[in-house]
């Protein structure tokens, strides 16, 4: 079982629609959970950092974290066309006495004008 | 927000070359990170260090090394270059002290092997 793990996609919604990604991990004693955006050719970028159950809001981007079903997703309201990209979960875990962050494969989003 | 810089961001050498990426934070961050990514594919953590040095291996078996003599810099070398290498490689720092903060990314070095 991977670590973090997250369909690839591609997810295709219409500009104005909610985008829902999905993302499970497999470590229970995560703490820290992190949603990154990665545009073709370029380097990832954080979006939202999210630490507790439920959810936290950031302008059209909501997180959501339930940490007994190891499930954290990312909701993108009235979806643009510039938010296609791939959409990478992370999540801190902690191995060999270190503190690491590792990446699931990322969803790539298309959003159709 | 963090500032962390890469060079070179394109490189192409010759097999067998011997190459350095450069990797410096302004942040005074204590924890470094080297990634590398194949197009489409996911993040593969390659080496890590907590601060002056220390490294360590990451989860993807790699035949570069690095090293950490001064907290913002966080070099990677290959010995003798292979086309196997092409790859993007980034590096990431993150907080010092805080474990729980997110990677900042610089914006990556992408390498071909001839």
């Known amino acids: 079982q991977k670590e973090v793990e997250q369909n690839s996609g591609p997810l295709s919604v219409p500009e104005g629609a909610i985008a829902s990604l999905n993302c499970t991990y497999s470590d229970r004693g995560s703490q820290s959970f992190f949603w990154y955006r990665q545009y073709s050719g370029k380097s990832p970028e954080l979006i939202m950092s999210i630490y507790s159950n439920g959810d936290k809001e950031d302008g059209r981007f909501t997180a959501q974290l339930n940490k007994a079903s190891q499930y954290v997703s990312l909701l993108i309201r009235d979806s643009q066309p510039s938010d296609s990209a791939t959409y990478l979960c992370?999540?801190?875990?902690?191995?060999?006495?270190?503190?690491?962050?590792?990446f699931g494969i990322g969803t790539k989003l298309q959003v159709i004008p | 927000e963090a500032d962390i810089y890469q060079t070179p961001r394109y490189l192409v050498i010759g097999t067998g070359k011997k190459i350095t990426l450069e990797c410096s934070q302004t942040m005074g961050h204590d924890k470094m990170y080297w990634y590398q990514q194949d197009p489409g594919m996911e993040l593969h953590l390659i080496h890590y260090s907590y601060g002056v040095n220390s490294t360590e291996k990451g989860d993807l078996s790699s035949e570069s090394t690095v090293s950490r003599i001064r907290t913002e810099h966080f070099p990677l070398t290959l010995e003798s270059a292979r086309p196997s290498h092409t790859s993007q490689y980034l590096c990431?720092?993150?907080?010092?002290?805080?474990?729980?903060?997110?990677?900042?990314f610089g914006n990556g070095t992408r390498l071909t092997v001839t």
């Open positions: 992370a999540v801190n875990l902690y191995s060999g006495g270190y503190q690491k962050v590792t």
């Open positions: 990431a720092s993150r907080g010092q002290g805080r474990y729980n903060s997110p990677l900042h």
